[in-house]
């Protein structure tokens, strides 16, 4: 399996935190994404960052890609309760079809 | 709300019924997709359709059968299934084409195998 492993597996903070999660993946890719779900609920497409981007901001969410380390990190500034939920980066190795492997996954909680 | 519309939300089925799984979407997207997702697991792709063409099938068992009628609809039809297929399905659809498509995804049927 190419699938991503994502760090760390649970994240707990206080409202107002920043909250930093991780991506590895093992091939080169075409671009990365990153999805957000609630619990019971469908994923909701956070981002996409191309590969030869390095740095991508929406809102309050920041992604950087290092395609030479194989990494990416997903940081969400001053977060709100809502933003509780798990987070997944996504790659796309780009060989058509708009394939999308999923990496493991971060739990992220905040606390009020 | 979300723009892809799944149906059912909730099935249990033996493991010799036959039944049906729904995906509805009116975003003009051309491509959708048919995930399975364990608890606590990322969602992982079964199959594509592309231009209501199957384009991508991952090795799935013959138990799963995909359909695309048209550009709007999926549907995943099910028959004899194991109870290890139990698992939230997700329906997702995006933009054809070549360049990086983001998705977007029903809320799920969760299925249930006795």
């Known amino acids: 399996s190419q699938q991503g492993e994502e760090d760390p597996q649970a994240l707990s903070i206080q409202e107002g935190e920043n909250a930093t999660m991780n991506c590895s993946y093992k091939?080169?890719?075409?671009?990365l994404q990153w999805y957000r779900q609630n619990s019971g609920r469908g994923l909701v497409h956070l981002i996409l960052?191309?590969?030869?981007?390095r740095e991508k901001h929406s809102g309050r969410l920041r992604v950087t890609l290092d395609t030479s380390k194989k990494s990416s990190s997903l940081l969400i500034t001053a977060s709100r309760a809502a933003d509780t939920a798990s987070y997944f980066c996504?790659?796309?190795?780009?060989?058509?079809?708009?394939?999308?492997?999923f990496g493991t996954g971060t739990q992220l909680k905040v606390e009020l | 709300d979300t723009e892809v519309t799944q149906t059912p939300k909730h099935l249990v089925m033996g493991m010799t019924n036959k039944k049906s799984l729904k995906c509805e979407q009116h975003?003009?997207?051309?491509?959708m997709y048919w995930y399975k997702q364990k608890a606590k697991k990322p969602p992982e792709l079964m199959f594509v359709?592309?231009?209501?063409?199957?384009?991508i099938n991952e090795s799935v068992p013959s138990r799963f059968s995909p359909e695309c009628p048209n550009s709007s609809l999926l549907n995943l039809h099910l028959h004899a299934l194991q109870p290890e297929d139990s698992a939230l399905y997700l329906c997702?659809?995006?933009?054809?084409?070549?360049?990086?498509?983001?998705?977007?995804f029903g809320d799920g049927t969760r299925l249930s195998i006795l």
């Open positions: 996504a790659t796309d190795e780009g060989g058509g079809g708009n394939k999308l492997t």
């Open positions: 359709y592309s231009y209501e063409k199957l384009s």
């Open positions: 091939t080169s890719i075409n671009n």
């Open positions: 960052i191309r590969s030869n981007e």
């Open positions: 975003m003009g997207h051309r491509a």
């Open positions: 997702a659809s995006s933009q054809a084409g070549t360049g990086p498509q983001p998705q977007h």
